[in-house]
């Protein structure tokens, strides 16, 4: 699976981490910046990763900003994006397997490190159930 990874300055931190703990289970990650806690617009960070997403490059995406709110609303603009704002264990799987989720969103200023890296590994490992969830789906897509 490969998996890209950006953030602004309020998730720097966490993204940071994120990328380090998946190098660390060898998952092939790409991070997409920035490269400090220098003040950026979230909506640039959000878009190499959607349409790295989008167009199959890499299988799933995590954005990271102060609230995960701002990364949330950017990246659902993207048309086959299903992103996800989460901040407990079962949102992260139950988006995964209801909602075929190919963004994870996570806020730095809401979560400690530890959960948001338990999030990270429960939301990579679980499989959608497809089903009548297919069914929704097709039914945002329009
Ligand atoms: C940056 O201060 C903050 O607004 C941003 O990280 C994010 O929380 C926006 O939704």
Redesign the pocket.
Known sequence: MKVIVAS????YNLKTAIVSHLKEKGIDVEDAGPNSTESVD?PDYAKPVATAVQNGEYDRGILV???G???NIAANKYKGIRAALVHDTFSAHATREHNNSNILNM?E?VIGTGLALDIVDIWLNTEFEGGRHERRIEKIEG
Request: charged residues 15%.
């Open positions: 602004d300055h309020g998730g979230y900003c102060g609230t709110i701002g990364m806020g200023r």
